[in-house]
């Protein structure tokens, strides 16, 4: 089966080229937030799928790589993908869609909740493009009584 890139995946190149990353991370209660940096490279595979591959200076430890992958299911009707990290063994799994302004990406996933061994919890992705070079990324998880609590977010501006 040969599939052909549709509106939704035109729309996935605007994440090609290179940019480069600074955000701030939740460290925990009465802890001051985490600044970190980086840079990512996203290139198209096929004009179906981009990957991004990106590495980032991780607060007291070390350097983290990790590669995220991000494609439109036709039959599906939803965006899909992968992010994998160098510091941690789950692989995020991503469903998602596009806002009807065509600039914020919403993408859930599943995976482990930070500090409790053996508990899954639900978080949230959210790609927002402010103008052509320069877009944000915000994470959030779903907390036990129902809130979004957001716990990072990183600035990306084109350099290429």
Request: aromatic content about 10%; proline content about 3%; glycine content about 14%.
């Given at each position: 089966m040969m599939s052909i890139p549709g509106e939704q995946h035109k729309w996935l190149e605007k994440f090609l080229g290179e940019w480069t990353i600074q955000g701030v991370c939740d460290?925990?209660?009465?802890?001051p937030e985490m600044k970190h940096s980086g840079?990512?490279?996203?290139?198209?595979?096929?004009?179906?799928?981009?990957?991004?591959?990106?590495?980032?200076?991780?607060p007291g430890a070390g350097e983290g790589t990790m590669i995220t992958t991000?494609?439109?299911d036709k039959q599906r009707g939803r965006f899909v993908g992968t992010w994998v990290g160098s510091m941690m063994d789950h692989m995020w799994v991503y469903e998602g869609e596009l806002d009807a302004s065509g600039r914020i990406l919403t993408l859930s996933t599943e995976g482990p909740?930070?500090?409790?061994?053996g508990k899954m919890a639900k978080y949230r992705d959210v790609h927002e493009f402010k103008s052509d070079d320069h877009r944000t990324l915000t994470s959030a998880k779903?907390?036990?009584?129902?809130?979004?609590?957001q716990f990072m977010r990183a600035d990306y501006r084109r350099t290429k």
């Amino acid at each position: 089966m040969m599939s052909i890139p549709g509106e939704q995946h035109k729309w996935l190149e605007k994440f090609l080229g290179e940019w480069t990353i600074q955000g701030v991370c939740d460290a925990g209660p009465g802890q001051p937030e985490m600044k970190h940096s980086g840079e990512e490279r996203v290139r198209s595979l096929g004009g179906m799928w981009i990957v991004a591959e990106g590495r980032m200076e991780m607060p007291g430890a070390g350097e983290g790589t990790m590669i995220t992958t991000l494609g439109f299911d036709k039959q599906r009707g939803r965006f899909v993908g992968t992010w994998v990290g160098s510091m941690m063994d789950h692989m995020w799994v991503y469903e998602g869609e596009l806002d009807a302004s065509g600039r914020i990406l919403t993408l859930s996933t599943e995976g482990p909740e930070f500090g409790v061994e053996g508990k899954m919890a639900k978080y949230r992705d959210v790609h927002e493009f402010k103008s052509d070079d320069h877009r944000t990324l915000t994470s959030a998880k779903l907390g036990d009584d129902g809130e979004w609590r957001q716990f990072m977010r990183a600035d990306y501006r084109r350099t290429k």
